[in-house]
C-alpha cells in the first residue's frame, strides 16, 4: 500500500515537473522513482503470481499486455499526448 500511495505520488511529481516547473532533472528523478516504487514492484508481482500459479491469470496477462503495449504502440501515442499536454499546460508569460 506504501509503494502504490508513492508510486501516484511521483506520477504526479512527474508531471508537475515537465508541465509545471518544466525541469528535465526532476523529471528523471521522479519518472525513475515512479518505476521504482510503482512498475517494478508489479512486474514483480506478476511474476511471482505466474511461478506459485504456474498458469497465466488474469492479473499476469494485463501486465503482459500492459509492457507488451508500451514498448510498441504505446510509445507512438505517448508522444502525441505529450505534445497535447505540453500545448496545454504550458505557461504563457504575460508580456506588459
Known sequence: ??????????TFLMF?????????????ISSIALAITGVIPQVIMGMINYWCTKELDLF???????????MTIGKKQVKKLDKWAEAKFS???AKY
Open 1 to 10: 500500500m506504501c509503494l502504490e500511495i508513492l508510486a501516484w505520488f511521483f
Open 16 to 28: 508537475y515537473a515537465r508541465y509545471g516547473m518544466k525541469s528535465k532533472i526532476w523529471f528523471q
Open 60 to 70: 499476469t496477462f494485463i501486465i503482459v499486455l500492459i509492457i507488451g503495449y508500451g
Open 91 to 93: 505557461r504563457k508569460t
